[in-house]
């Protein structure tokens, strides 16, 4: 069964540094996202991604955050200057179309560390 | 952002015995999804609701997407301990961006 894969599958990395986390979507996924989450806490909405450009972000996708899709099969997130509460588990997710009728399927997550 | 509320927060229950837990939002939804979280893992999706008072079953799993749509539940029948996890569910108004319920940790007792 086709599935998200995300590597790293653990990051740990010094305060101040940028980090890369990568996915490969499922390939015939359009939809694209990322989510986090906390230790312990929800899963948070970070942003979605669609035909090349930013759909929607929440608060927390702020101008630290980036994504990209530098080739057709990699989905990209970059945090510029990391911060200890940037520590959390960072999931990639994808969905064959957009709209409502639509399932998100997740990796299994990146898990990061700042230190 | 959108709060979703899950209760209960969790739940020790016998094998074999039913479970049922639900979800809240003080906002409309157009999709309810329902997901199963294994320790260090990502959310497994379990059922898609895409029509207010649909009900929608996988195996012993079923799911129903309130009338009002800003509620909806998850019962599992003949609990196995392979049930244990934490349950989320997740809504959408546009399909673009899901905000996901505080969820349910479920432990099964052999």
């Known amino acids: 069964e086709p599935e998200v894969t995300q590597t790293p599958s653990h990051q740990v990395t010094q305060m101040g540094q940028e980090v890369i986390l990568r996915c490969v979507p499922i390939?015939?996924?359009?939809?694209f996202y990322w989510y986090r989450q906390i230790l312990g806490q929800k899963v948070e909405f970070l942003v979605s991604?669609?035909?090349?450009?930013?759909?929607?972000k929440s608060e927390i996708f702020d101008d630290q955050f980036s994504v990209e899709r530098p080739d057709g099969s990699n989905f990209t997130l970059k945090i510029r200057s990391t911060k200890l509460e940037d520590s959390a588990m960072y999931f990639c997710?994808?969905?064959?179309?957009?709209?409502?009728?639509?399932?998100?399927?997740f990796g299994q997550g990146t898990r990061l560390t700042v230190v | 952002g959108q709060q979703l509320n899950q209760s209960p927060q969790s739940m020790f229950i016998q094998e074999g015995e039913d479970v049922s837990m639900n979800c809240t939002s003080s906002s409309i939804f157009n999709t309810w999804l329902w997901y199963k979280q294994d320790p260090g893992e990502g959310p497994v999706l379990l059922i898609a609701l895409y029509k207010a008072g649909e009900l929608t079953s996988n195996g012993r799993l079923t799911a129903q997407f309130g009338i009002t749509r800003k509620d909806s539940f998850l019962n599992i029948s003949a609990s196995i301990p392979s049930d244990v996890g934490i349950y989320f569910c997740?809504?959408?108004?546009?399909?673009?961006?899901?905000?996901f319920g505080t969820g349910t940790s479920l432990t099964v007792i052999p």
């Open positions: 390939s015939n996924h359009l939809y």
């Open positions: 991604f669609y035909n090349n450009e930013i759909s929607e």
């Open positions: 997710a994808s969905n064959e179309q957009g709209g409502l009728n639509t399932e998100a399927f």
């Open positions: 997740a809504g959408s108004r546009t399909g673009n961006q899901f905000y």
